[in-house]
Every structure is written in C-alpha cells, then in structure tokens.
C-alpha cells in the first residue's frame, strides 16, 4: 500500500506570495491532519480534515487555511507568505480520526523557503 | 491543556550502547502517549504507543517505553543502538475524552557513534 505523499517537496517563495501545497492520503484513509515544524517552535498542529470538512484547527491566523476533496486528498494554502513561514510542512493522514488510539501515518513533508 | 517535555535536546552515544530519552508530560486527566521516530528528509513514524493496560511498552526496531504515572513520565529506552538509530526523536500526549490531535515535545537528538 502506497504511504502518504506530499507534493512539492521543495519549494522556494519570496515574501507576499501565496503557496499551495498537496497532500494524498494512504489509500482508504478519510483523516488528513497539517502540521508545521520549525527548529523554534517544533511541531505544531495547523489543522485536520475529515470527510470534506475541518474538523479541528490549531492556533494559526487565517493566512493558513486547507481544504479536502472529495477523494481525501488535502490541499493546504498559505497566502501572504512571511519569513517566519519557513518550515517543514508535514501531512499525516489516518482511517477515520477522532480516536486517540488510532496511528496516524506522516508523509515525507514539503520544505517551504521564504526569501 | 496537556504539554510535553522532552529533558534533552541532543543524546550521543556509541554503537552498542544502551539510551533512554526521557519525556515528562503535564496533564490533569488521564492520557494517552506517542514516541515517533524522524530520519533525515523523512516523515514522522510511530514508535509505539502507550493506551492502557501493561505500562511498559514495546514497540518497532528494539525499542520500548516504560509509563510511569506518579512521575508522569514515558521514558524511551533501547538496550544496544545501531548506526541506523541516528535520528529525531518526538514525545507526544493526547488527553482522553478531548482531541485526539496529539501534543508534541520539542524532539532529542540521538547520534549514535561508531
């Protein structure tokens, strides 16, 4: 079974712009879940879809938002980049989320340079 | 809300010898708890995971976990590491009844030396 993927895996933006990064879950999968990683401030939770819907959303401003189709698949969108957005971006996908129990699987991230 | 402390930022060791990377967690209702393991360019991957029941856990390539709940820790141990061991390491809690969104500590470092 194929893992999670992440697409790009580089990306390099100047301040201002915008960025959308991708993200297909494992096959079967309905849970897609963002985070950012950073050396300052470790891994945070940016948010999580389940079933087309945002079911629960960390303390990030509005600049970041998200999306999921119809297929799971999950797109993140950052609009008005800042240098401070610089990070690994890390998608994880799970069955059906909403249970502490269950694993959720990482993707390879995407590591986005503001300049 | 719960949070993580992983007491050591950066572990080295020799090949062979045994590790344990500590996390200490603060919660006032009971938790759930996560070691994932993080190779250069690569995702998160679960380690093990500590639910209920036995409080010592193990988990994939050797490793395993003790919970302590009057120390509130989750301690991460491996009696002889590898080469292949050198990675990030990161401690994470959920707290039962809310979401399942688990907090994580801020990672260790372990390198393991020829």
């Known amino acids: 079974k194929a893992g999670v993927t992440q697409t790009p895996r580089y990306l390099i933006k100047t301040r201002g712009q915008q960025v959308t990064l991708s993200c297909s879950p494992i096959s079967g999968h309905r849970s897609v879940s963002w985070y950012q990683q950073t050396p300052g401030q470790g891994l945070q939770f940016l948010f999580e879809?389940?079933?087309?819907?945002?079911?629960n959303k960390g303390n990030f401003p509005g600049r970041f938002s998200g999306r999921q189709f119809s297929n799971s698949r999950s797109e993140m969108n950052v609009s008005t980049l800042e240098l401070g957005d610089s990070a690994l971006y890390l998608c994880?996908?799970?069955?059906?989320?909403?249970?502490?129990?269950?694993?959720?699987?990482f993707g390879p991230g995407t590591r986005l340079l503001v300049l | 809300a719960q949070s993580v402390t992983q007491l050591d930022s950066q572990v080295p060791v020799f090949e062979e010898a045994p590790v344990e990377l500590r996390c200490n967690y603060s919660s006032s209702v009971s938790v759930y708890l996560f070691w994932y393991v993080q190779y250069p360019n690569q995702g998160l991957q679960l380690l093990l995971k500590?639910?209920?029941?036995?409080?010592l856990v193990k988990g994939i390539n050797g490793f395993e976990a003790e919970f302590n709940k009057s120390q509130t820790s989750f301690h991460l141990r491996k009696p002889s590491v590898h080469i292949s061991d050198t990675a990030e390491y990161f401690c994470a809690v959920s707290e039962a009844g809310g979401s399942y969104i688990p907090t994580f500590g801020r990672g260790t470092s372990l390198i393991v030396h020829p």
């Open positions: 994880a996908s799970s069955l059906e989320g909403g249970s502490v129990g269950e694993t959720q699987y």
């Open positions: 879809y389940f079933s087309e819907t945002q079911r």
């Open positions: 500590y639910l209920s029941g036995s409080t």
